[in-house]
Nanobody, 123 residues
Framework: QVQLVESGGGLVQAGGSLRVSCVVSGGTFIRYDMGWFRQAPGKERAFVAS????????DYADSVRGRFTISRDNTKNTVYLQMNSLKPEDTAIYFC????????????????WGQGTQVTVSS
């Protein structure tokens, strides 16, 4: 049973930084491409960033490129999302997800999901 557990969310002022983490257990982490998604109240789940199994290839939504950085530590079965210059519109529940086959921006392509962690950015 593959499990993903996010942590590190919280309340931060606009312009601040936060790092969220996602630990994967019950599977072989190096076999998964990983993604971060977010969902704000009343909105659909949206792609934020993705990273390939080796970490060599990353992709970002236009809204976060230059501010957010995705990374992974395959020795710790963990994927990170470093968020800088946060804006109130970044407020959402952040989810990590694992994909067994290929890197994607589509939530429907991902096989496993965490429960999410709340990030709130105050103005």
């Amino acid at each position: 049973q593959v499990q993903l557990v996010e942590s590190g969310g919280g309340l931060v002022q606009a312009g601040g930084s936060l790092r969220v983490s996602c630990v994967v257990s019950g599977g072989t982490f190096i076999r998964y491409d990983m993604g971060w998604f977010r969902q704000a109240p009343g909105k659909e789940r949206a792609f934020v960033a993705s990273i390939s199994r080796s970490g060599a290839n990353v992709d970002y939504a236009d809204s976060v490129r230059g501010r957010f950085t995705i990374s992974r530590d395959n020795t710790k079965n963990t994927v990170y999302l470093q968020m800088n210059s946060l804006k109130p519109e970044d407020t959402a529940i952040y989810f990590c997800a694992a994909d067994r086959y290929y890197v994607s921006r589509r939530p429907s392509d991902y096989d496993y999901w965490g429960q999410g962690t709340q990030v709130t950015v105050s103005s």
